[in-house]
């Protein structure tokens, strides 16, 4: 009789096991690619010097839960263009998809649209 009820926890254990191991990822790890793919879009970003502020310019990024954009980010008109909005694009994708997946809420502010762009030490600043 022991045997067959230490049987049957086993295998309800290992059923339970199977509908946690699905390969959905966890928010968390949504929330880290997300992160991973904003480092490759600052990196990106950062690649170039910034010595001269007429080569560069700035774009929007990410996803509010409410709508609009999370932020502006600069980079540089010399870099391949269609190639990094196009990584842009792709984040703010993925974060309008997890913010609806995950019920995400968010403040509703609108961000400052920078005027442009000026170099300071080699790295761009946004002005406002």
């Not at 997946?101 to 920078?114: F, H, L, Q, R």
Request: proline share 5%; glycine share 6%; net charge negative.
């Amino acid at each position: 009789m022991k045997k067959i009820i230490l049987a049957l926890v086993l295998l309800s254990s290992s059923g339970f096991q199977s509908c946690l191991n699905n390969n959905e990822p966890s928010q968390d790890q949504e929330a880290q690619n997300l992160r991973v793919l904003l480092d490759e879009i600052e990196e990106i970003s950062l690649s170039v010097p910034c010595t001269n502020a007429s080569d560069w310019t700035f774009t929007e990024y990410g996803s509010k839960a409410c709508g609009g954009p999370v932020g502006y980010i600069a980079y540089p008109t010399t870099i391949d263009v269609n190639a990094f909005l196009a990584k842009i694009d792709a984040h703010r994708q993925a974060q309008e998809d997890y913010n609806k997946k995950w019920g995400i809420i968010s403040d509703c502010s609108v961000p400052a649209m920078p005027t442009g762009v000026e170099c300071q030490n080699g790295k761009p600043s946004l002005v406002y």
